[in-house]
């Protein structure tokens, strides 16, 4: 608690914020760019298959749903 405290009156509260929120939230962009890359080479290698382009927009709207409830 005391690092936090520190880091705060060193910083800045805003930095801090930024910091804690970048922390939070970059595991779910990780999670979403993973779904994109995912979507993309599915539909780059065969745009005939349709259940594979389904299944990766139902992940990406799980995840986007997810991020929303958080």
Do not use: W
Not at 17 to 42: F, G, H, Q, W
């Amino acid at each position: 608690m005391e690092e936090i405290l520190q880091a705060i009156s060193t910083v800045g509260f805003p930095i801090a914020v930024a910091v804690y929120l970048l922390v939070r939230i970059e595991p779910r962009i990780t999670a979403l760019t993973n779904c994109v890359k995912d979507l993309t080479s599915i539909v780059g290698t065969d745009s005939r298959n349709t259940e594979g382009v389904k299944i990766a927009i139902e992940k990406l709207t799980l995840e986007i749903a997810r991020m929303n409830n958080k």
